[in-house]
């Protein structure tokens, strides 16, 4: 699942069903001229709207996905995003994040949360940490993959 509330940075992940845990999927709309899907589902209390905006080109390694997360609700917890997990996750010195040699990710928050790069059993997970502030949140995520030379 993508979002979980945990006790603390040092608990695992949670592997239980998406339904278990609160998640549902409550459809999607089509948005401005390239039709591009906004996908809504909700953790919990707190409903949630992704949209995902593609550009660049693969061919010159400029292909780009943005992604925009939207929170609204009214929970005082702290719950998390994960972001990317992985056996090979590196912070930059950008600030931004490298994913296995293939993609570059940077993560933005409304609040000023920091993401939080832990590992657990040889695994790397990248969190965002999300806590609404007058009910609201929002994540920016940038993801910059890069094809292997030829």
Known sequence: PPFAKL???LDPWPE???RAQGHR????TLTG???LPVFHYHFGDIAISDTCTPSG???DNSARLTRKLTF??????TFYFRA??????KPLATGGFRIADTATMTLGTSTGAKPVLREID???ELLVPILLINGEASIDQQLAYTLPNQ
């Open 16 to 18: 239980a069903q998406q």
């Open 84 to 89: 990317a997990s992985g056996k090979d996750i």
């Open 122 to 124: 040889g695994q790397w």
């Open 25 to 28: 999927f409550k459809g999607y």
């Open 72 to 77: 609204t609700g009214s929970s005082e917890d």
């Open 33 to 35: 001229p390239q039709r």
């Open 7 to 9: 006790g603390s940075l």
């Open 57 to 59: 080109q693969a061919a």
